[in-house]
């Protein structure tokens, strides 16, 4: 079992920055990924960004160059940077873990950016 614990959501004005933190705690695999997925109102689940153990990024073209993801391996934790937020990037934010065969979710964290 992996454990997530999520934090730094909040509300903002558009242009304004936040810093999610998700901290990792439990069966934590050598290799594995961590990530940021996120729930508009009323809209599905989607990627954010991700992060492998060894520092590959990936991230969802609506973010590139605003947002940036980071991770502390020796504190299994995973950041995630936003710069010129936008009403749009309102939502539920949600880390993510997978390891070999396993995934595991945060409770989710709201940012609200308003106009």
């Known amino acids: 079992q992996v454990q997530l614990v999520e934090s730094g959501g909040g509300l903002v004005h558009t242009g304004g920055s936040l810093r999610l933190s998700c901290a990792a705690s439990?069966?934590?695999?050598?290799?594995?990924?961590m990530g940021w997925y996120r729930r508009p109102p009323g809209k599905q689940n989607e990627l954010v960004a991700t992060?492998?153990?060894?520092?590959?990024?990936t991230y969802a073209d609506s973010v590139k160059g605003r947002f940036t993801i980071t991770r502390d391996n020796d504190k299994a934790t995973v950041y995630l940077d936003m710069n010129s937020l936008k009403p749009e990037d309102t939502a539920v934010y949600y880390c993510?873990?997978?390891?070999?065969?396993?995934?595991?979710w945060g409770q989710g964290t709201q940012v609200t950016v308003s106009s």
């Open positions: 993510k873990y997978t390891g070999v065969a396993v995934a595991y």
């Open positions: 439990g069966s934590i695999f050598s290799s594995d990924t």
């Open positions: 992060i492998t153990s060894r520092g590959v990024t």
